[in-house]
């Protein structure tokens, strides 16, 4: 039975069910077939097998087994790079000109990660942009889209990012609309490519890859090179699965970060 439910988790959504999670996954399993009023465990694998890859029964599941924790500014080495680096390589870009650049916090969690891209490329005036965040989870986007956080999860906001905070109550603090205008929140399953459906010129994506399976790795990393407009950036997070660079990527030399940018195309060739 242990292989199947692997099976499907993996091919559905490239998760790994590791040894230790399986006590857990199997109390969830109990507890969704007696909330849907089902007979049997095998009749929730039908249902989950059924459910679209973002559908609220995947919401269960990967609530259950991935973490969501975040915080705003979480690996400062990448808020500092975008902000020194490649923000400013990005505007130069020939492709970007007058453009608005388009930016994917993917595996967004309950929203941290793509305030805080909105917040550094604000204090960067960095010209028009919007970021995407995107999740598989229904629940961690409904509090991404309330964007209300405790103390403790902005905690790391650089003092040039304060100001895009508000404080509402004591310790609660509010995304400010000026950030909030610039960031949308997107149901997405990340390993399957036509879960995103823009081209992003930066693609941060920290903290997911961990929860996948080896051999799922290299698919998710092939899907959200795919998003990669020529020239733009994809960031993983310090400890996300080492492989080899994804096919159409170069990897940049950035201190701390793992860096690559999708190859510029050739120019066209002018024919008389
Ligand atoms: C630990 S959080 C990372 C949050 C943030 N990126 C950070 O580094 O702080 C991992 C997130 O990945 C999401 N996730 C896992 N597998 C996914 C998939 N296949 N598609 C979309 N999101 C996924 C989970 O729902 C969870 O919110």
Not at 1 to 28: D, I, K, T
Not at 176 to 189: S, Y
């Amino acid at each position: 039975m242990r292989a199947n439910w692997s099976e499907l988790l993996l091919h559905r959504c490239g998760l790994a069910l590791r040894e230790s999670q399986v006590p857990v996954f199997a109390e969830l399993l109990q507890s969704r077939t007696a909330a849907l009023g089902l007979p049997n465990c095998t009749s929730y694998f039908d249902v989950l097998q059924a459910d679209q890859d973002t559908g609220d029964e995947w919401t269960e599941v990967v609530d259950r087994l991935v973490s969501h924790e975040t915080m705003f500014f979480r690996h400062p080495e990448t808020f500092e790079a975008i902000r020194t680096q490649i923000l400013p390589d990005l505007r130069r870009r020939p492709e970007t000109g007058g453009n608005r650049l388009a930016v994917c916090s993917a595996g967004c969690s309950t929203g941290e990660e793509a305030y805080s891209l909105a917040m550094i490329a604000l204090a960067a005036a960095a010209g028009d942009f919007t970021v995407w965040g995107m999740d598989m989870s229904r629940r961690a986007l409904d509090t991404a889209r309330r964007g209300r956080y405790g103390a403790r999860a902005v905690a790391a906001v650089p003092a040039d990012c304060r100001r895009y905070l508000v404080a509402a109550e004591p310790d609660v603090f509010e995304v400010a609309e000026d950030v909030r205008r610039h960031v949308r929140f997107v149901i997405a399953n990340l390993f399957v490519s036509c879960g995103m459906f823009l081209s992003y010129d930066l693609l941060v994506c920290q903290n997911v890859l961990i929860y996948f399976a080896p051999s799922a790795v290299p698919r998710a990393l092939a899907a959200l090179a795919s998003r990669l407009t020529p020239g733009g950036f994809l960031l993983l997070g310090p400890g996300e699965a080492p492989t080899a660079t994804p096919e159409g990527l170069e990897p940049v030399a950035i201190n701390g970060v793992r860096a690559f940018r999708r190859v510029a195309l050739p120019p066209r060739e002018v024919r008389s």
